[in-house]
């Protein structure tokens, strides 16, 4: 039996490749039939065979760059994330610090007192009484601009660490009675007569003019 077990696994390759003749492989076929043993070495020589992949001698620099790269990646992303909110945040704080509207005549809430200076000459100041208005010197004397900004506190906040606004004022300087100060507002431009302490609009009156009661 050793010995025909013997010539029966030296055809059992090519038994297997389907390489025997017709009368080999019946032999074979006759002798599987009987013989767990050479049945058993044909199921293992039939198994497919796990490829072992070629080591790398390069393979422990390519893990290296592989690992290098992707922490430059990070340090990239972070990177542009840290500027992306830095523009965020400066973008906001300039739009928080100039950002600013004309605020309507009315709703400034401009009044007129008349003053003595310590030389004994008259004159007038005039003053907003509105909350977060300004009275904004413009191109020439006398000329201002009422304002308020859309986002005040973030104006003040950064007025105070960067004392920029020295023009932005909630009263102006006192002037005599011959002269006269033009404020221009959202809804009108207005000018305030020095000499008779009167109120007027430049330009197109607006709608029941006469009606309207002045700030005293």
């Known amino acids: 039996m050793k010995l025909e077990c013997d010539v029966i696994r030296d055809l059992l390759p090519l038994y297997a490749e389907k390489l025997a003749s017709p009368a080999s492989s019946a032999l074979v076929e006759q ?7 050479c049945r058993a070495e044909l199921e293992r020589m039939e198994k ?7 080591p790398q001698p390069d393979a422990p620099l390519k893990n290296i760059r592989s690992s290098l790269n992707r922490r430059r990646l990070r340090t990239m992303l972070c990177s542009f994330a840290a500027a992306l909110a830095l523009a965020a945040v400066c973008g906001f704080g300039w739009y ?10 009315f709703d400034a809430r401009l009044q007129a007192y008349y003053r ?7 004159g007038w100041v005039l003053e907003t009484r509105a909350e977060d208005v300004y009275l904004k010197p413009t191109y020439a004397d006398g000329h201002y601009e009422v304002i ?5 506190w973030v104006h003040d906040a950064l007025d105070k660490l960067l004392q920029k606004d020295t023009d932005l004022l909630r ?11 033009v404020v221009d507002a ?23 003019w006469d009606e309207v009661e002045w700030p005293e």
């Open 48 to 54: 497919p065979v796990p490829v072992q992949p070629e």
């Open 148 to 152: 308020r900004y859309r986002i005040p």
């Open 31 to 37: 002798h599987l039939a009987a013989c767990p043993a």
């Open 96 to 105: 928080g610090y100039t950002a600013c509207d004309r605020v309507s005549f």
């Open 116 to 122: 003595q200076a310590e030389n004994g000459a008259n």
């Open 171 to 181: 009263c102006t300087g006192w002037m005599r009675t011959d002269h006269s100060a």
């Open 186 to 208: 959202a809804d009108m431009t207005v000018a305030f007569n020095g000499q008779d302490g009167t109120w007027y609009a430049l330009g197109s009156e607006p709608v029941a």
